[in-house]
């Protein structure tokens, strides 16, 4: 027996005959692929043979390049819709988190603004504008602090940044920028 007939082969591989001994899977193999021509394409064939099958080759070269495209787009429209679906629910996320956190803020005021009241002898309307000044005040006291916070950190990252560029330039070069704009002819 042929040592080559001894390997294990894919029965559905051209020029492969199944062997007596095989399993009931190369019957089952053919009838669920007929046999084509390029099944039959062998190694002695002639040029013009060839010449044939390279045109059914091509063929099944642009059918598998057609299967990869079509399943590219078809996970890209899966993935944008998917982003899509993801936004959708933030924006709503957003917006539900946004009334509630209103509405607990209307509520601690109107709260804060009846207790007010009931203290200055059941003037509600003098309890809601404190309230409303001591709310708005604190909001922008919150703001002022913020952003003198943020801008500082900015500032003093920048300082930073260029401070170990100098550095750099020192001991790369001697001397830094504003060493030389002090002296330029040095």
């Known amino acids: 027996m042929n040592p080559m007939s001894e390997r294990a082969q894919d029965p559905t591989a051209p020029d492969v005959k199944a062997s007596v001994g095989s399993s009931a899977n190369s019957s089952s193999s053919s009838a669920r692929r007929p046999e084509t021509r390029a099944d039959r394409v062998t190694d002695d064939q002639s040029p013009a043979e060839a010449f044939k099958d390279l045109g059914t080759r091509f063929g099944e070269l642009g059918e598998y390049i057609s299967f990869y495209i079509a399943a590219k787009s078809d996970a890209l429209k899966v993935t944008l819709r998917n982003v899509g679906v993801m936004a959708a629910l933030g924006v709503v996320g957003l917006f539900a988190g946004g009334a509630f956190v209103v509405t607990a803020v209307v509520l601690l005021e109107r709260g804060i603004a009846g207790g007010l009241g009931a203290l200055f002898g059941g003037r509600l309307w003098l309890g809601e504008i404190i309230a409303s000044i001591l709310f708005l005040a604190l909001l922008g006291a919150g703001i002022w602090f913020g952003m003198n916070k943020l801008t500082g950190a900015s500032r003093q ?20 920028a504003h060493e030389r704009a002090q002296s330029p002819g040095k």
């Open 157 to 176: 990252r920048t300082q930073k940044k260029y401070e170990s560029r100098l550095q750099q330039q020192r001991a790369k070069f001697g001397t830094d």
